[in-house]
């Protein structure tokens, strides 16, 4: 058994579809189009671009093992030891109210092409768009490492 798990975002199947979908329909279109008005398909070019962007949304995850957390979504990495880790709190997001993992210190975001330098630093990790709460296997891993993160 691998001791680095990974949690994919709950509508990951969705959004994988809509978008693979999307980016077919629009080459298609693209290729029909430009037979026949030149000018109608590139705007079918947003739609390539909004499809690619639901299938890097989709491959949102986190990511547990012994060094720490990590957040993986679209182009950027978040990374956080365990030392850090402060607390898992309540967080309102828009209208859904939901958990968060925060940090004492922010943690430090990477973009994925350049792993090496930090462009900014987060908070806390919102936790609303993965299956969490106490009991779930997220939330049995998290207290694997931390068990004192839910006594609050």
């Known amino acids: 058994m691998s001791l680095r798990q990974v949690y994919h975002q709950n509508n990951r199947k969705s959004l994988l579809t809509i978008g693979g979908i999307t980016i077919v329909v629009s080459l298609f279109l693209c290729l029909v189009m430009a037979m026949f008005?030149?000018?109608?398909?590139?705007?079918?070019?947003?739609?390539?671009?909004?499809?690619?962007?639901?299938?890097?949304?989709?491959?949102?995850?986190?990511?547990?093992?012994?060094?720490?957390?990590?957040?993986?979504?679209?182009?950027?990495c978040t990374r956080s030891p365990w030392s850090n880790?402060?607390?898992?709190?309540?967080?309102?997001?828009?209208?859904?109210?939901?958990?968060?993992i925060y940090f004492h210190q922010p943690a430090q975001q990477f973009f994925k092409l350049f792993p090496f330098q930090p462009v900014t630093s987060i908070k806390m990790i919102p936790l609303y768009q993965f299956r969490f709460d106490a009991d779930s296997k997220l939330g049995r891993d998290l207290r694997l490492y931390r068990p004192d993160l839910f006594n609050i």
């Open 37 to 76: 008005l030149p000018t109608l398909a590139s705007s079918f070019i947003l739609f390539l671009i909004i499809g690619s962007f639901l299938i890097g949304i989709a491959n949102s995850e986190i990511v547990i093992s012994p060094e720490g957390i990590e957040w993986h979504q679209f182009g950027f």
């Open 85 to 100: 880790v402060a607390r898992i709190a309540p967080f309102q997001s828009d209208n859904v109210l939901t958990q968060a």
